[in-house]
Protein backbone atom coordinates (compact mmCIF):
# COMPACT_ATOMS: atom_id res chain seq x y z
CA UNK A 1 0.00 0.00 0.00
CA UNK A 2 1.27 3.21 -0.91
CA UNK A 3 2.42 5.36 2.15
CA UNK A 4 2.02 9.19 1.92
CA UNK A 5 4.19 11.86 4.02
CA UNK A 6 2.03 15.43 4.54
CA UNK A 7 3.81 18.18 2.85
CA UNK A 8 4.35 21.25 4.20
CA UNK A 9 3.02 23.56 1.41
CA UNK A 10 0.03 22.17 0.22
CA UNK A 11 -1.07 19.88 3.18
CA UNK A 12 -3.25 17.17 1.38
CA UNK A 13 -3.83 18.72 -1.88
CA UNK A 14 -0.86 17.04 -3.35
CA UNK A 15 -2.66 13.97 -2.91
CA UNK A 16 -4.62 14.29 -5.08
CA UNK A 17 -3.16 13.59 -8.93
CA UNK A 18 -1.81 10.51 -6.97
CA UNK A 19 -4.83 9.01 -5.75
CA UNK A 20 -6.05 9.59 -9.56
CA UNK A 21 -3.69 8.21 -11.19
CA UNK A 22 -3.26 4.45 -8.95
CA UNK A 23 -6.67 4.43 -8.92
CA UNK A 24 -7.41 4.54 -12.62
CA UNK A 25 -4.19 2.37 -13.02
CA UNK A 26 -6.25 -0.02 -10.62
CA UNK A 27 -9.38 -0.02 -12.69
CA UNK A 28 -7.55 -1.10 -15.40
CA UNK A 29 -5.89 -4.35 -14.11
CA UNK A 30 -8.59 -5.35 -12.14
CA UNK A 31 -11.23 -7.77 -14.65
CA UNK A 32 -14.74 -7.02 -15.39
CA UNK A 33 -17.65 -9.55 -14.08
CA UNK A 34 -17.78 -12.10 -16.83
CA UNK A 35 -20.72 -10.56 -18.36
CA UNK A 36 -22.61 -13.62 -18.60
CA UNK A 37 -22.97 -13.57 -14.57
CA UNK A 38 -23.84 -10.51 -14.74
CA UNK A 39 -27.34 -11.27 -17.06
CA UNK A 40 -30.51 -10.70 -15.31
CA UNK A 41 -33.94 -11.58 -16.37
CA UNK A 42 -36.22 -8.32 -14.95
CA UNK A 43 -39.12 -9.85 -15.90
CA UNK A 44 -41.47 -7.67 -14.74
CA UNK A 45 -40.47 -8.54 -11.48
CA UNK A 46 -41.84 -5.95 -8.59
CA UNK A 47 -39.15 -4.29 -5.97
CA UNK A 48 -39.39 -0.49 -3.95
CA UNK A 49 -37.45 2.50 -3.94
CA UNK A 50 -36.29 2.84 0.05
CA UNK A 51 -37.92 4.93 2.34
CA UNK A 52 -41.27 3.72 4.65
CA UNK A 53 -43.53 5.57 6.73
CA UNK A 54 -42.49 3.41 9.81
CA UNK A 55 -39.84 3.40 12.73
CA UNK A 56 -39.05 -0.05 13.34
CA UNK A 57 -36.97 -1.80 10.86
CA UNK A 58 -38.65 -5.12 11.33
CA UNK A 59 -42.51 -3.66 10.87
CA UNK A 60 -40.92 -1.93 7.50
CA UNK A 61 -39.48 -5.54 6.62
CA UNK A 62 -42.83 -7.46 6.92
CA UNK A 63 -44.01 -4.91 4.29
CA UNK A 64 -41.24 -5.57 1.78
CA UNK A 65 -41.43 -10.04 2.37
CA UNK A 66 -45.46 -9.53 1.97
CA UNK A 67 -45.29 -7.40 -1.46
CA UNK A 68 -41.74 -7.64 -3.01
CA UNK A 69 -40.56 -11.12 -2.22
CA UNK A 70 -38.96 -11.54 -5.41
CA UNK A 71 -36.55 -8.89 -5.29
CA UNK A 72 -36.63 -7.63 -1.16
CA UNK A 73 -34.69 -4.93 -0.11
CA UNK A 74 -33.47 -3.12 3.25
CA UNK A 75 -35.86 -0.34 3.89
CA UNK A 76 -34.56 3.40 5.20
CA UNK A 77 -36.72 4.88 7.83
CA UNK A 78 -36.48 8.60 7.37
CA UNK A 79 -37.65 9.19 11.04
CA UNK A 80 -34.39 8.13 12.10
CA UNK A 81 -32.33 11.73 11.94
CA UNK A 82 -29.01 9.32 10.81
CA UNK A 83 -30.86 8.25 7.88
CA UNK A 84 -31.17 11.10 6.46
CA UNK A 85 -30.08 11.63 2.52
CA UNK A 86 -26.90 13.72 3.23
CA UNK A 87 -26.17 12.08 6.51
CA UNK A 88 -26.53 8.34 5.66
CA UNK A 89 -23.54 7.68 3.65
CA UNK A 90 -21.30 10.72 4.51
CA UNK A 91 -19.89 8.86 7.21
CA UNK A 92 -16.14 9.19 7.63
CA UNK A 93 -15.53 11.02 4.55
CA UNK A 94 -13.50 13.85 5.47
CA UNK A 95 -14.43 17.40 6.08
CA UNK A 96 -18.15 16.59 6.80
CA UNK A 97 -19.12 17.83 10.03
CA UNK A 98 -22.90 17.12 11.77
CA UNK A 99 -24.48 17.53 14.70
CA UNK A 100 -28.37 16.66 15.66
CA UNK A 101 -29.53 19.18 13.56
CA UNK A 102 -27.22 20.16 10.53
CA UNK A 103 -24.90 18.88 8.55
CA UNK A 104 -21.85 20.86 6.81
CA UNK A 105 -18.65 21.28 5.50
CA UNK A 106 -15.80 22.67 7.43
CA UNK A 107 -12.01 22.04 6.14
CA UNK A 108 -10.75 24.41 8.76
CA UNK A 109 -11.80 22.45 11.91
CA UNK A 110 -10.08 19.43 12.86
CA UNK A 111 -6.88 17.55 11.42
CA UNK A 112 -8.13 18.02 8.01
CA UNK A 113 -4.68 17.32 6.34
CA UNK A 114 -4.49 14.36 8.27
CA UNK A 115 -8.16 13.09 8.09
CA UNK A 116 -7.69 13.03 3.91
CA UNK A 117 -4.31 11.86 4.12
CA UNK A 118 -5.28 8.54 6.23
CA UNK A 119 -8.66 8.67 4.06
CA UNK A 120 -6.91 8.48 0.51
CA UNK A 121 -4.30 5.40 2.41
CA UNK A 122 -7.59 3.97 3.71
CA UNK A 123 -9.00 3.92 0.31
CA UNK A 124 -6.21 2.67 -1.97
CA UNK A 125 -5.70 -0.06 0.52
CA UNK A 126 -9.17 -0.67 -0.19
CA UNK A 127 -9.01 -0.86 -4.04
CA UNK A 128 -6.15 -3.28 -3.68
CA UNK A 129 -7.53 -5.67 -0.96
CA UNK A 130 -11.25 -5.18 -1.00
CA UNK A 131 -11.66 -7.85 1.91
CA UNK A 132 -10.71 -4.50 3.78
CA UNK A 133 -13.27 -3.10 3.10
CA UNK A 134 -15.60 -4.40 6.32
CA UNK A 135 -13.21 -2.92 8.73
CA UNK A 136 -12.76 0.48 6.65
CA UNK A 137 -14.38 4.10 6.82
CA UNK A 138 -16.08 3.04 3.90
CA UNK A 139 -18.70 0.59 5.86
CA UNK A 140 -22.26 1.54 6.84
CA UNK A 141 -22.80 1.23 10.09
CA UNK A 142 -25.62 -0.09 11.96
CA UNK A 143 -26.76 3.39 13.77
CA UNK A 144 -26.63 4.82 9.88
CA UNK A 145 -28.78 1.88 8.32
CA UNK A 146 -30.31 -0.59 10.91
CA UNK A 147 -32.61 -1.68 8.38
CA UNK A 148 -29.66 -2.95 6.41
CA UNK A 149 -28.37 -4.94 9.21
CA UNK A 150 -32.07 -6.27 10.10
CA UNK A 151 -32.47 -7.19 6.78
CA UNK A 152 -29.08 -9.66 7.13
CA UNK A 153 -30.70 -11.66 9.74
CA UNK A 154 -34.09 -11.67 8.28
CA UNK A 155 -33.02 -12.33 4.73
CA UNK A 156 -31.23 -16.37 6.38
CA UNK A 157 -32.34 -19.06 4.41
CA UNK A 158 -34.75 -16.54 2.40
CA UNK A 159 -35.18 -17.77 -1.45
CA UNK A 160 -35.09 -14.27 -3.74
CA UNK A 161 -34.36 -13.27 -7.81
CA UNK A 162 -32.12 -10.68 -6.16
CA UNK A 163 -31.86 -8.37 -3.36
CA UNK A 164 -31.61 -4.63 -3.52
CA UNK A 165 -30.22 -1.98 -1.67
CA UNK A 166 -29.67 2.11 -2.05
CA UNK A 167 -27.49 4.59 -1.44
CA UNK A 168 -27.37 8.12 -1.89
CA UNK A 169 -25.75 9.46 -5.19
CA UNK A 170 -22.68 11.76 -5.78
CA UNK A 171 -24.42 15.03 -7.15
CA UNK A 172 -27.42 14.91 -4.94
CA UNK A 173 -24.78 14.54 -1.73
CA UNK A 174 -22.24 16.90 -3.02
CA UNK A 175 -24.81 19.64 -4.01
CA UNK A 176 -26.65 19.28 -0.76
CA UNK A 177 -23.89 19.76 1.58
CA UNK A 178 -22.68 23.51 2.27
CA UNK A 179 -19.53 25.06 3.79
CA UNK A 180 -20.23 28.06 6.42
CA UNK A 181 -20.06 29.73 3.54
CA UNK A 182 -23.11 28.65 1.58
CA UNK A 183 -20.83 26.89 -1.52
CA UNK A 184 -21.93 23.50 -2.48
CA UNK A 185 -19.32 21.07 -2.03
CA UNK A 186 -19.47 20.10 -5.89
CA UNK A 187 -17.59 23.26 -6.39
CA UNK A 188 -14.77 22.43 -4.06
CA UNK A 189 -12.45 20.46 -6.22
CA UNK A 190 -10.46 18.58 -3.27
CA UNK A 191 -14.51 17.95 -1.50
CA UNK A 192 -15.51 16.45 -4.72
CA UNK A 193 -12.81 13.94 -5.32
CA UNK A 194 -13.34 12.73 -1.22
CA UNK A 195 -16.75 12.60 -1.72
CA UNK A 196 -16.92 10.60 -5.15
CA UNK A 197 -13.91 8.31 -3.96
CA UNK A 198 -15.87 7.56 -0.73
CA UNK A 199 -19.17 7.01 -2.35
CA UNK A 200 -17.85 4.10 -4.70
CA UNK A 201 -16.13 2.42 -1.81
CA UNK A 202 -19.43 2.36 0.12
CA UNK A 203 -20.93 1.05 -2.62
CA UNK A 204 -18.29 -1.70 -3.22
CA UNK A 205 -18.99 -2.70 0.73
CA UNK A 206 -22.55 -2.62 0.04
CA UNK A 207 -22.68 -4.73 -2.67
CA UNK A 208 -20.25 -7.27 -1.17
CA UNK A 209 -22.63 -7.04 1.91
CA UNK A 210 -25.64 -8.01 -0.06
CA UNK A 211 -23.91 -10.26 -1.91
CA UNK A 212 -23.69 -12.05 0.92
CA UNK A 213 -26.88 -12.33 1.24
CA UNK A 214 -28.16 -13.24 -2.66
CA UNK A 215 -26.03 -13.85 -5.41
CA UNK A 216 -27.81 -11.14 -7.44
CA UNK A 217 -27.11 -7.93 -5.73
CA UNK A 218 -28.83 -4.75 -6.75
CA UNK A 219 -27.77 -1.36 -5.84
CA UNK A 220 -29.06 2.20 -6.87
CA UNK A 221 -28.04 5.42 -6.47
CA UNK A 222 -30.31 7.79 -5.91
CA UNK A 223 -29.89 11.32 -7.47
CA UNK A 224 -33.13 13.47 -6.90
CA UNK A 225 -31.04 16.65 -7.59
CA UNK A 226 -30.40 15.61 -10.97
CA UNK A 227 -33.75 17.36 -11.67
CA UNK A 228 -31.75 20.15 -11.84
CA UNK A 229 -29.51 19.28 -14.92
CA UNK A 230 -30.30 22.29 -16.91
CA UNK A 231 -31.67 24.70 -14.96
CA UNK A 232 -29.74 27.83 -13.54
CA UNK A 233 -28.87 26.73 -10.78
CA UNK A 234 -26.16 23.95 -12.29
CA UNK A 235 -25.49 26.35 -15.63
CA UNK A 236 -21.36 25.32 -15.10
CA UNK A 237 -21.81 21.59 -14.38
CA UNK A 238 -20.14 19.94 -16.59
CA UNK A 239 -21.78 16.87 -18.07
CA UNK A 240 -18.33 14.81 -19.08
CA UNK A 241 -17.05 15.30 -15.08
CA UNK A 242 -20.23 14.38 -13.47
CA UNK A 243 -20.82 11.10 -16.10
CA UNK A 244 -16.87 10.33 -15.31
CA UNK A 245 -18.06 10.46 -11.16
CA UNK A 246 -21.00 8.28 -11.92
CA UNK A 247 -18.94 5.60 -13.77
CA UNK A 248 -16.31 5.92 -11.07
CA UNK A 249 -18.71 4.67 -8.46
CA UNK A 250 -20.29 2.26 -11.13
CA UNK A 251 -17.33 0.44 -11.80
CA UNK A 252 -16.54 -0.43 -8.67
CA UNK A 253 -19.98 -1.43 -7.41
CA UNK A 254 -20.24 -3.70 -10.53
CA UNK A 255 -16.48 -4.86 -9.75
CA UNK A 256 -17.99 -6.02 -5.89
CA UNK A 257 -20.55 -8.19 -8.41
CA UNK A 258 -23.66 -5.50 -8.41
CA UNK A 259 -25.96 -4.07 -11.10
CA UNK A 260 -26.53 -0.35 -10.42
CA UNK A 261 -29.15 1.75 -11.03
CA UNK A 262 -29.59 5.52 -11.12
CA UNK A 263 -33.14 6.47 -9.43
CA UNK A 264 -34.37 10.34 -10.39
CA UNK A 265 -38.14 10.88 -9.12
CA UNK A 266 -38.72 13.84 -11.49
CA UNK A 267 -37.74 15.00 -14.72
CA UNK A 268 -33.87 14.90 -15.66
CA UNK A 269 -31.40 15.24 -18.94
CA UNK A 270 -32.39 11.84 -19.79
CA UNK A 271 -30.26 11.25 -22.63
CA UNK A 272 -27.15 12.34 -20.33
CA UNK A 273 -28.21 9.42 -17.51
CA UNK A 274 -28.85 6.92 -20.51
CA UNK A 275 -25.14 7.29 -22.00
CA UNK A 276 -23.35 6.14 -18.73
CA UNK A 277 -22.76 2.83 -17.64
CA UNK A 278 -25.96 2.52 -15.52
CA UNK A 279 -27.72 -1.29 -15.55
CA UNK A 280 -30.43 0.34 -14.59
CA UNK A 281 -32.36 3.42 -15.21
CA UNK A 282 -35.31 4.05 -12.46
CA UNK A 283 -37.89 7.03 -12.93
CA UNK A 284 -41.04 8.50 -12.34
CA UNK A 285 -43.35 6.91 -15.03
CA UNK A 286 -46.60 8.32 -13.53
CA UNK A 287 -45.80 11.90 -13.44
CA UNK A 288 -42.64 11.95 -16.33
CA UNK A 289 -43.49 9.41 -18.75
CA UNK A 290 -43.45 11.97 -21.52
CA UNK A 291 -39.97 13.29 -20.85
CA UNK A 292 -38.18 9.98 -20.62
CA UNK A 293 -39.97 8.95 -24.31
CA UNK A 294 -39.34 11.80 -25.76
CA UNK A 295 -35.36 10.46 -25.65
CA UNK A 296 -36.57 7.16 -27.12
CA UNK A 297 -33.42 6.76 -29.69
CA UNK A 298 -31.21 7.06 -26.04
CA UNK A 299 -33.73 4.15 -24.79
CA UNK A 300 -33.35 2.29 -27.61
CA UNK A 301 -29.77 2.36 -27.39
CA UNK A 302 -30.02 1.76 -23.45
CA UNK A 303 -32.02 -1.48 -23.78
CA UNK A 304 -29.93 -2.74 -27.02
CA UNK A 305 -26.21 -2.56 -24.74
CA UNK A 306 -29.02 -4.57 -21.85
CA UNK A 307 -30.06 -1.90 -19.73
CA UNK A 308 -32.97 -2.18 -17.94
CA UNK A 309 -35.94 0.30 -16.97
CA UNK A 310 -37.68 0.36 -13.25
CA UNK A 311 -41.13 1.61 -14.19
CA UNK A 312 -41.87 4.06 -11.63
CA UNK A 313 -45.31 3.18 -12.39
CA UNK A 314 -47.41 3.27 -8.81
CA UNK A 315 -47.58 7.13 -7.78
CA UNK A 316 -46.38 8.26 -4.71
CA UNK A 317 -46.43 11.90 -4.44
CA UNK A 318 -50.27 12.62 -5.18
CA UNK A 319 -52.41 11.05 -2.53
CA UNK A 320 -55.57 11.66 -4.46
CA UNK A 321 -53.96 9.46 -7.98
CA UNK A 322 -53.07 7.04 -4.91
CA UNK A 323 -56.43 6.54 -4.23
CA UNK A 324 -57.99 6.23 -7.53
CA UNK A 325 -55.90 4.18 -8.78
CA UNK A 326 -56.10 -0.12 -9.35
CA UNK A 327 -53.84 -2.70 -10.74
CA UNK A 328 -56.05 -2.96 -13.61
CA UNK A 329 -56.06 0.63 -14.10
CA UNK A 330 -52.14 1.08 -14.05
CA UNK A 331 -51.76 -2.78 -16.69
CA UNK A 332 -53.85 -0.22 -18.85
CA UNK A 333 -51.47 2.78 -18.41
CA UNK A 334 -48.48 0.52 -18.76
CA UNK A 335 -49.88 -0.79 -22.15
CA UNK A 336 -50.04 2.44 -23.39
CA UNK A 337 -47.06 3.88 -22.58
CA UNK A 338 -45.33 0.76 -23.86
CA UNK A 339 -46.78 1.54 -26.76
CA UNK A 340 -46.17 4.71 -27.45
CA UNK A 341 -42.40 4.05 -25.89
CA UNK A 342 -42.41 1.11 -29.03
CA UNK A 343 -43.69 2.83 -31.85
CA UNK A 344 -41.41 2.32 -34.78
CA UNK A 345 -38.90 -0.21 -32.81
CA UNK A 346 -38.76 -4.03 -32.19
CA UNK A 347 -39.62 -3.35 -28.23
CA UNK A 348 -42.74 -4.68 -27.71
CA UNK A 349 -44.59 -5.01 -24.84
CA UNK A 350 -43.51 -8.20 -24.17
CA UNK A 351 -39.85 -7.98 -24.70
CA UNK A 352 -39.99 -4.59 -22.62
CA UNK A 353 -41.58 -6.08 -20.48
CA UNK A 354 -38.44 -9.08 -19.85
CA UNK A 355 -36.29 -5.68 -19.15
CA UNK A 356 -38.34 -4.11 -17.19
CA UNK A 357 -38.87 -3.76 -13.00
CA UNK A 358 -42.16 -2.72 -11.75
CA UNK A 359 -41.92 -0.09 -8.95
CA UNK A 360 -43.21 3.14 -7.32
CA UNK A 361 -42.41 6.14 -8.68
CA UNK A 362 -40.54 7.08 -5.55
CA UNK A 363 -40.43 6.48 -1.80
CA UNK A 364 -43.16 5.79 0.28
CA UNK A 365 -41.75 7.49 3.61
CA UNK A 366 -43.74 10.68 3.55
CA UNK A 367 -47.44 9.12 3.19
CA UNK A 368 -49.24 8.14 5.88
CA UNK A 369 -48.79 4.07 6.43
CA UNK A 370 -52.52 2.94 4.84
CA UNK A 371 -51.50 5.04 1.71
CA UNK A 372 -48.00 3.45 1.63
CA UNK A 373 -49.45 0.01 2.04
CA UNK A 374 -51.57 0.60 -0.80
CA UNK A 375 -49.03 1.77 -3.00
CA UNK A 376 -46.75 -1.39 -2.04
CA UNK A 377 -49.90 -3.87 -2.82
CA UNK A 378 -50.38 -2.11 -6.33
CA UNK A 379 -46.98 -2.59 -7.01
CA UNK A 380 -47.34 -6.28 -6.36
CA UNK A 381 -50.46 -7.02 -7.85
CA UNK A 382 -49.52 -4.61 -11.24
CA UNK A 383 -46.55 -7.04 -11.78
CA UNK A 384 -48.76 -10.11 -10.98
CA UNK A 385 -51.10 -8.64 -13.81
CA UNK A 386 -47.82 -8.44 -15.75
CA UNK A 387 -46.15 -11.49 -15.85
CA UNK A 388 -49.32 -13.90 -16.32
CA UNK A 389 -50.38 -11.93 -19.84
CA UNK A 390 -47.24 -11.03 -21.14
CA UNK A 391 -44.09 -14.07 -19.71
Excluded at 240 to 245: G, I, M, P, S
Excluded at 264 to 292: E, K, P, Q
Aim: aromatic letters at 10%; proline letters at 6%; one cysteine or more.
Amino acid sequence: MPQFAAHPANGYAFLLPVVRRLSRLLFLVVPMVDEQTRKFAANGLATLIGSLPVSDPDAALELIFSHTPEIPLWPQLPGNPREGMLNQFSEGIPGIREDHERIWIDQGSGDFAGETLSFYERYLAALESPEELAASPFAVSRERAPGLFAFAEAMAGRPAAAVKGQMTGPFTLLTGLHDREGRAAYYDPAMRELVVKGLSLKAAWQVRFLAALNPRPILFLDEPALAGLGSSAFLTVSLAELKAELDEIIALAREAGGLVGVHVCANTDWDFLLGTSLDIVSFDAYGFFDRFAACRDAVYRFLDRGGIIAWGIVPTSDKEAIEKETAESLLARWEEQADLLATGSLWERKTLLARTLITPSCGTGALPLPLAEKVLALTRDLSGLLRAKYL
